[in-house]
């Protein structure tokens, strides 16, 4: 039995919690939040104990493992004083800001497991792409493009003071609503030799120092990625993934995989338990965290662990590189 504390008790941790409760060898024992009104709020709906902040609760408690679902600035930091004590550590993207907050997380993994929140790996039609390419059955993969189509209004922005500044969420568009989209481009393509990128920010200037739209150009052993991500649109589209074979298309849109060859589309339904996801973000947050518990239990490494996110991590950070300041 894992005894568990949470610390963030913000929207994602509601996504957290509701897995965690429902998990058989979990003991979800403590929360902790900043604000005393939502971890009173999660005591109540979640039967754990509430506390005012990380430190009080774990020095109170005995946990085996913290699921960071606080600011993205705080994710390194609090990985590194679980890690200080024992306990291992399950973070929400990103996992960092920056580069000395990539390798504090870095460092907290040789201590302990570390689990990263990458969940739109564990989605069916993920999985399912993975195994096509694994099989060959269309050839070699030509090239990639990626679109997110979102809509990010000011209020989002507002809402809370460590949104929208390079000083605590890091960036925009990018680390916060495709990430995971570029996870998913840097697994199906692999570590790029070249990266060219171009942030701007449309219609959120005054309101954020970040972007509200990227766009990305890679190139690995000649095959070509794009990626265009915007917060700026009228409302949140499914993404779409699509991978170019020689021999056929592969698009990944909601749960589908959709295969085009000859003229000829093959809808192939990859369902997955949405209840607790969007179906524009997807829902693989119950396989990811069941898999790191999994892995806890029987030592196996864990697919989101910081060694195996580290592609994506230099990817992105270099993304930023070129941009600061570009705006």
Same mark, same amino acid.
């Given at each position: 039995?894992?005894?568990?504390?949470?610390?963030?008790?913000?929207?994602?941790?509601?996504?957290?919690?509701?897995?965690?409760?429902?998990? $058989?060898?979990?003991?979800?024992?403590?929360?902790?939040? /900043?604000?005393?009104?939502?971890?009173? @709020?999660?005591?109540?709906?979640?039967?754990?104990?509430? %506390?005012? #902040?990380?430190?009080?609760?774990?020095?109170?408690?005995?946990?085996?493992?913290?699921?960071?679902?606080?600011?993205?600035?705080?994710? +390194?930091?609090?990985?590194?004083?679980?890690?200080?004590?024992?306990?291992?550590?399950?973070?929400?993207? +990103?996992?960092?800001?920056?580069?000395?907050?990539?390798?504090?997380? =870095?460092?907290?993994?040789?201590?302990?497991?570390?689990?990263?929140?990458?969940?739109?790996?564990?989605?069916?039609?993920?999985?399912?792409?993975?195994?096509?390419?694994?099989?060959?059955?269309?050839?070699?993969? $030509?090239?990639?493009?990626?679109?997110?189509?979102?809509?990010?209004?000011?209020?989002? %922005?507002?809402?809370?003071?460590?949104?929208?500044?390079?000083?605590?969420?890091?960036?925009?568009?990018?680390?916060?609503?495709?990430?995971?989209?570029?996870?998913?481009?840097?697994?199906?393509?692999?570590?790029?030799?070249?990266? @060219?990128?171009?942030?701007? !920010?449309?219609?959120?200037?005054?309101?954020?120092?970040?972007?509200?739209?990227?766009?990305?150009?890679?190139?690995?052993?000649?095959?070509?990625?794009?990626?265009?991500? #915007?917060?700026?649109?009228?409302?949140?589209?499914?993404?779409?993934? @699509? =991978?170019?074979? @020689?021999?056929?298309?592969?698009?990944?849109?909601?749960?589908?995989?959709?295969?085009?060859?000859?003229?000829?589309?093959?809808?192939?339904?990859?369902?997955?338990?949405?209840?607790?996801?969007?179906?524009?973000?997807?829902?693989?947050?119950?396989?990811?965290?069941?898999?790191?518990?999994?892995?806890?239990?029987?030592?196996?490494?864990?697919?989101?662990?910081?060694?195996?996110?580290?592609?994506?991590?230099?990817?992105?950070?270099? /993304?930023?590189?070129? !941009?600061?300041?570009?705006?």
């Amino acid at each position: 039995m894992f005894r568990v504390g949470l610390v963030g008790c913000g929207n994602i941790a509601h996504v957290h919690a509701a897995i965690l409760k429902e998990m $058989k060898d979990v003991d979800f024992a403590a929360c902790a939040d /900043i604000t005393p009104e939502r971890a009173a @709020e999660f005591e109540s709906r979640f039967g754990c104990k509430a %506390y005012d #902040s990380m430190e009080q609760m774990l020095d109170a408690e005995r946990l085996d493992v913290v699921h960071l679902c606080t600011p993205h600035y705080l994710h +390194p930091v609090m990985a590194a004083q679980a890690a200080a004590r024992g306990i291992a550590v399950f973070t929400e993207k +990103p996992p960092a800001i920056d580069e000395a907050g990539w390798n504090q997380v =870095l460092e907290a993994a040789r201590a302990v497991p570390v689990g990263i929140c990458f969940q739109n790996r564990y989605n069916a039609n993920v999985l399912a792409c993975r195994k096509i390419m694994e099989e060959g059955q269309y050839g070699a993969l $030509k090239g990639i493009r990626a679109f997110v189509t979102w809509n990010r209004p000011a209020e989002y %922005y507002t809402s809370a003071d460590w949104k929208g500044t390079w000083a605590t969420e890091g960036g925009g568009a990018l680390i916060n609503q495709s990430i995971h989209t570029l996870d998913l481009v840097i697994r199906f393509l692999g570590l790029p030799d070249e990266v @060219e990128s171009a942030m701007r !920010n449309h219609h959120l200037r005054g309101v954020t120092e970040v972007e509200d739209t990227v766009e990305i150009w890679m190139r690995k052993d000649g095959r070509t990625a794009l990626i265009y991500a #915007s917060t700026a649109y009228c409302e949140d589209l499914p993404v779409i993934i @699509e =991978l170019q074979f @020689e021999k056929a298309s592969v698009r990944l849109e909601n749960d589908m995989l959709t295969v085009i060859q000859d003229g000829e589309q093959t809808v192939i339904p990859c369902r997955t338990d949405a209840s607790l996801g969007r179906s524009y973000w997807g829902s693989g947050h119950k396989s990811c965290i069941e898999d790191f518990y999994r892995c806890l239990s029987t030592g196996e490494l864990f697919a989101n662990r910081p060694e195996a996110c580290d592609d994506t991590m230099k990817v992105l950070l270099e /993304i930023y590189r070129q !941009n600061k300041g570009a705006f």
